[in-house]
């Protein structure tokens, strides 16, 4: 990866929820790099429209990474498999139904859907982007990853804590996930209980995880229920994600479905 390409990356990345205006002394520093290198990315990434230079100073991501988000939720084969099976997950089980991605050690949700009678708790929105450590969307998805991905994720438990999630536990526990082909856990932002399963593109790699969340959910008692339910629609859409599709452009006009 070109080194420019890769800060430029970087950059972006600092720009959250949370914090959403960057100076280019507190980028540099936050970057590491020379305030002249934080400068010329600011300025660069100003230029293409994905920042926009403030009065007062500072940088905020700019408008045009609004129509490349648009266009991908619109465009994107997964998201259009997965929305009806979705709908009829959530209201079948009365319960919001999740669809999350993997993005560089980030759990990203990419999709969305609430039952008609609502749930009355705090779920990720599409969008939002965490640390999914312990989820049991993360747990799907990291146990596809890379073994030294689960090394890094090990290191940083054992970092937090007491040192008992050693590299040998967290492997154990995505190894029952492989076996079982669910993972139990919360939703990732709050302790909501959920159970999610694996999608997977026609060469078999896992490309996202499909993840039910009820506060009603008793893992005693409701966990083969809901385990098999989420299992079954995230076959339902990986056999979808193999079907030829049509070339056809979509409506861009469309409202964007669960976002």
Known sequence: ???????????????????????????????????????????????????????????????????????????????SEAEPVMREVAEDYTAAVLLFVWDRGWLLCVGRQDPTRTTHVSLPSVGARFRGNGSAAAKVLLAHRPSHEIAALAGADASDGDGSRSRETVEADLQRVRRLGYAAGHDGRSSTPAVAAPI???????????????????????????????ASAAGRISRALCEPRSTSSPDLQQPIVGA
């Open 1 to 79: 990866m070109l080194s420019t390409v890769r800060h430029a990356g970087e950059v972006l990345d600092l720009f959250t929820a949370e914090r959403p205006e960057w100076g280019v002394t507190a980028a540099a520093r936050q970057l590491a790099i020379p305030k002249s290198r934080a400068h010329d990315l600011l300025a660069s990434l100003t230029a293409i429209g994905l920042l926009e230079h403030v009065p007062h100073g500072c940088y905020r991501l700019g408008w045009r990474n609004l129509a490349l988000a648009a266009a991908q939720l619109r465009t994107s084969p997964l998201r």
């Open 200 to 230: 997977r593109d026609p060469r078999e790699n896992v490309i996202a995880a499909l993840s039910i969340a009820n506060p009603k959910l008793q893992p005693d008692v409701d966990l083969p229920l809901y385990s098999d339910a989420i």
